[in-house]
């Protein structure tokens, strides 16, 4: 009995043994390692915004030089956004992937992007990314769900290093299964384009980066007091003598109606609306010194290139001011295939205050007369607003609940939180401070639900990101402002709350740092980061 024992307890050991040779030589073994360090590695936890649910399922897909990128034919808006995957892929990997229309079958080992009518989804940008071990699966009901998926893969993809060609024959990814949403349908970026002109080539490269972070709006502020740039045919001197400068002097610029309507169709392409703003009645010096009659003593102000706000005033008392909105409004209208007019309505010191109530009135009702709805910033609650208008939000609370009671919903674009033309610390050189220093953590440590006093999520159409460009001169400026805070902003509008936390965003937000000096994005290189 007592041998079988000792018996039993050898072979037990040696098995232990056996088995700890095995499991230790898997770590050690050189030549493993060094395989692994080769195989490029796709990561599910860098994913700005943050999915609603990840789950993880425990194998792994390989995706090669053989790999192709299938597309749903019967809908002619997905071979688009299979090309725009191959790019992307190709920019990170430099693999060219084949894409290819399929039917029905899905053959293994390819990424599929595929429309499915029938998926019950909460938004039209609700996608699911099913990774498996023979397929890359996307789904979505419809192609805008599709593109904001499409992000979430390439995003995969940002930790890789550089010269995967030189390297290594395929890429792994984990399989996994991820369902997302948006937490709110407005997630917006607002880009200043009269205190500094930026080109159609400048826009459409913001366009690019903002949809990467499944941004859906930019707003373009067309016209303040330093330069009107958008082309108003009725009223050519607009862009003729307004468009001529912009701050600090020298020419300006403005688009062609042919410009703008691109900058729509690029947007529209990447499933991005764009939203025009007509600044009135203040900010319209440029329009004033481009036109008598709006002036109400007839005596044109010279052109403005300083920085000052709240100085000048349409003149409210002349039925020539409101042909002149009616014509503008009629050809942005037309121009415009997204809902939304923004009429600015900030800022208005220099309009009486009575006058300027009846202003907004009449103008909504222009708006509506377009078959659009109006947007203003916050001053415009003081008016009587229709349930369809909107208010932004940017510094006064009392303002936005004016507009909530009036059922207005309200997009937050609090200064002290998202100014993206707000400095980083007092040794940024670019940027104002007048609403503070906000640096990365303060962007996105904030939640809408939280800023006001009894406001609900339904009250919220969602957030936006301002960028004003009294100090920004070209697209590198744009650059450096905009990143590292803007994902955050994208995180705050598509990830739901609980899912946010700094310490761990943080963490993802350092991935993104690779891929920018990957595409030589001029960041700032926050030290809230762990950049390595
Ligand atoms: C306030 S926010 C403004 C803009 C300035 C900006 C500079 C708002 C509605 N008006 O006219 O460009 O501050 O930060």
Not at 242 to 270: F, L, W
Not at 309 to 325: H, Q, W
Not at 354 to 381: A, C, D, H, T
């Amino acid at each position: 009995m007592k041998k079988q024992h000792t018996n039993e307890a050898v072979i037990f050991f040696t098995l232990i043994f056996i088995l700890f040779q095995f499991t230790s030589c898997k770590t050690l073994s050189p030549t493993k390692e060094k395989i692994s360090e080769m195989t490029p590695t796709a990561s599910f936890d860098n994913i700005i915004p943050i999915p609603v649910s990840v789950s993880l399922t425990g194998g792994t897909f390989n995706l090669n030089r053989e790999t192709k990128i299938l597309f749903a034919s019967l809908n002619p808006e997905t071979e688009f956004i299979a090309k725009y995957l191959q790019e992307q892929i190709n920019s990170i990997t430099g693999y060219e992937l084949a894409i290819l229309p399929f039917e029905e079958k899905l053959t293994k080992g390819n990424i599929s992007l595929i429309i499915n009518k029938e998926l019950n989804e909460l938004s039209k940008e609700s996608y699911s990314l099913i990774i498996s071990e023979n397929l890359i699966e996307l789904k979505a009901n419809q192609p805008e769900g599709l593109f904001r998926g499409v992000q979430t893969l390439i995003q995969m993809l940002f930790p890789l290093k550089n010269n995967l060609n030189l390297t290594s024959n395929h890429i792994e990814f984990p399989t996994l299964e991820i369902k997302d949403n948006p937490r709110y349908e407005w997630r917006g970026v607002m880009l200043d384009i009269a205190r500094h002109f930026f080109s159609v080539n400048d826009v459409k490269k913001l366009i690019d980066l903002i949809a990467l972070y499944k941004f859906n709006r930019l707003h373009l502020h067309l016209t303040d007091d330093q330069g009107w740039r958008i082309e108003i045919k009725s009223w050519p001197e607009l862009t003729e003598i307004g468009g001529s400068t912009q701050v600090g002097g020298g020419y300006g610029g403005y688009y062609t109606q042919e410009d703008y309507s691109e900058i729509v169709r690029y947007a529209m392409e990447r499933y991005i609306t764009i939203v025009p703003e007509i600044d009135m009645p203040g900010h319209t010096n440029a329009a004033l010194a481009s036109y008598p009659e709006l002036n109400c003593d007839d005596i044109p102000p010279e052109l403005y290139t300083g920085i000052k706000v709240g100085f000048s005033s349409l003149c409210l008392d002349k039925e020539i001011t409101y042909d002149f909105i009616k014509d503008v409004i009629k050809e942005v209208s037309d121009l415009t295939p997204g809902a939304y007019i923004h009429i600015g309505g900030d800022e208005a010191y220099a309009t009486d205050s009575l006058k300027y109530i009846n202003f907004i009135e009449r103008v909504q009702q222009i708006i509506e007369s377009n078959n659009k709805k109006m947007i203003g910033w916050e001053e415009i609650s003081q008016a009587k607003l229709g349930s369809n208008s909107v208010i932004q939000f940017w510094r006064k609370s009392d303002y936005v609940l004016k507009g909530l009671q009036q059922g207005s919903k309200v997009i937050f674009s609090p200064s002290s939180k998202v100014y993206m033309d707000m400095k980083y610390n007092p040794n940024t050189e670019l940027g104002l401070n007048w609403a503070g220093y906000i640096e990365v953590s303060d962007s996105y440590n904030w939640d809408p639900l939280t800023q006001i006093n009894g406001i609900s999520d339904k009250q919220i159409l969602g957030v936006e990101a301002p960028l004003w460009t009294e100090t920004i001169l070209n697209f590198s400026d744009i650059e450096f402002m905009l990143f590292p805070r803007l994902p955050g902003i994208a995180e705050i509008g598509w990830s739901p709350s609980f899912k946010r936390n700094w310490d761990e965003y943080k963490r993802r937000l350092a991935n993104h740092g690779n891929y920018w000096k990957k595409i030589g994005l001029n960041y700032y290189k926050s030290t809230d980061i762990n950049w390595d």
